[in-house]
């Protein structure tokens, strides 16, 4: 598997890219909805950038590196969407699974335009957000979710049987920032 690290830089660049194509639409919303985790960080700054407030509710679609078969909607959210204009939000559109769920929560809340923004998409995607940057076929590793995606790395690696060494030898090679490799090798 391949897979490629995002810096905050990055991912502040394509979050404004995506603000742009979402004004350059000439469509007007009245809330972003952050689909947590990922699409809560994404949300928070295209909020910034578009002027809109946030809110948000809890899908899990992912457990050590594995899709579960059908998200979970963990956490859900408590006010009225009645004739709100809802920007849905995740960074990555894998499946596709995730926003198929938020979709169906979102018109359960009565919601009445539902647009999808995300920064990448997989070309296996099932569902293709409105508007995105980037398809990718790597595995993306995020500034945001950098614990966690070395603690997954290393329970499979010395699932693998590597040693500590190779493990921070083949956590350098996928890129990860050195000082977090550092910081983050033991438990």
């Given amino acids: 598997m391949k897979y490629k690290s995002y810096t905050w830089d990055n991912i502040q660049q394509y979050i404004y890219q ?7 639409s000439g469509q007007k919303f009245d809330l972003i909805v952050g689909i947590a985790r990922g699409g809560l960080t994404i949300s928070h700054i295209l909020s910034d950038f578009l002027g809109l407030p946030v ?4 899908i899990a679609s992912y457990k050590d590196f594995k899709q579960q078969k059908e998200p979970v909607l963990t956490y859900k959210m408590g006010n009225s969407l009645e004739e709100k204009k ?6 990555i559109s894998d499946s596709g699974k ?10 359960e809340m009565r919601a009445k335009n539902i647009k999808t923004a995300s920064l990448f998409i997989k070309p296996w995607t099932k569902f293709k957000p409105d508007f995105y940057i980037k398809e990718a076929t790597e ?9 966690e995606t070395i603690d997954a790395f290393q329970k499979q690696f010395k699932k693998d049987g590597l040693s500590e ?3 921070i030898n083949r956590l350098k090679s996928i890129k990860l920032p050195t000082h977090w490799i550092k910081e983050l090798k033991s438990d």
Avoid at 55 to 58: N, V
Avoid at 98 to 107: E, N, Y
């Fill in 18 to 24: 995506l603000s742009q194509k979402v004004e350059q």
């Fill in 55 to 58: 809110a948000s509710f809890t």
């Fill in 86 to 91: 809802i920007l849905l939000v995740d960074d």
């Fill in 98 to 107: 995730s926003f198929v769920r938020g979709i169906k929560h979102l018109q």
């Fill in 139 to 147: 595995w993306l590793i995020f500034p945001y979710e950098m614990k």
């Fill in 165 to 167: 060494k190779q493990i």
